[in-house]
């Protein structure tokens, strides 16, 4: 009688499935998947945290850059709206105290407060929303811009819807307005031959959301 052959035939009709190699398979495979997927989700989270921390330090950064610098539309484009938006102790910090400021609904929930500054001569007036203490909206209005050369319509056409902010003020140079709301940014230009001749009203509205433009309109350019 042929034992070792014998035995031989019992381990080659032994089910895959109850042999010891199979499962240490199965073993390695789980710690595999299970030390990939805990790197990823720990890569993924503090990617998160990073650029979070990220965006929050430019917020800083930009602050303290806008309170040293003498520039009453830098410090105005500093200032955040919306869920993120500054508390009106960062505004005050930049701006100074309001000259005034109104309150909107009986709970003082939301408040309205306006600077009245002079820039070059003009009178220059921001107007910021808060709701809770926080910026909700703004709008810089009086900066008439003295230009080198007039709006036209050549000018205007040059930029397209999704053209981003900078490529605006390249284009059209500082605008003379400018409105936050609800995350639309419009900046309006107005044409300083309209100071000489009224009936030379020409004027541009560009409507930007997320930095790039989303609309834009434009009334007698030439």
Do not use: C, H
């Not at 710690?31 to 989270?45: E, R």
Request: aromatic residues 8%.
């Amino acid at each position: 009688m042929n034992i070792d052959g014998g035995v031989t035939m019992l381990n080659e009709k032994k089910p895959f499935y109850k042999r010891n190699w199979f499962w240490i398979m199965i073993f390695s495979i789980i710690v595999v998947v299970s030390t990939t997927t805990y790197i990823a989700n720990n890569s993924y989270y503090q990617g998160e945290a990073d650029q979070a921390n990220l965006e929050q330090r430019k917020d800083q950064a930009e602050r303290k850059q806008a309170e040293k610098n003498p520039s009453l539309v830098a410090k105005y484009n500093s200032i955040k709206t919306g869920k993120n938006g500054y508390s009106e102790k960062n505004i005050t910090s930049l701006l100074g105290n309001p000259t005034e400021t109104q309150t909107m609904d009986k709970q003082g929930k939301e408040i309205i407060a306006t600077w009245n500054k002079t820039v070059n001569s003009n009178q220059v007036m921001i107007q910021i929303t808060f709701f809770k203490n926080i910026a909700k909206s703004k709008s810089i209005q009086g900066l008439d811009i003295d230009r080198e050369n007039s709006l036209t319509l050549a000018d205007f056409n040059k930029l397209k819807n999704g053209d981003s902010y900078n490529r605006v003020i390249n284009v059209l140079g500082d605008p003379d307005d400018y409105s936050d709301i609800n995350g639309v940014r419009t900046l309006t230009y107005v044409s300083d031959l309209s100071e000489a001749d009224p009936s030379q009203n020409a004027s541009i509205d560009i409507k930007l959301s997320d930095n790039k433009i989303i609309a834009k309109s434009q009334v007698n350019l030439k």
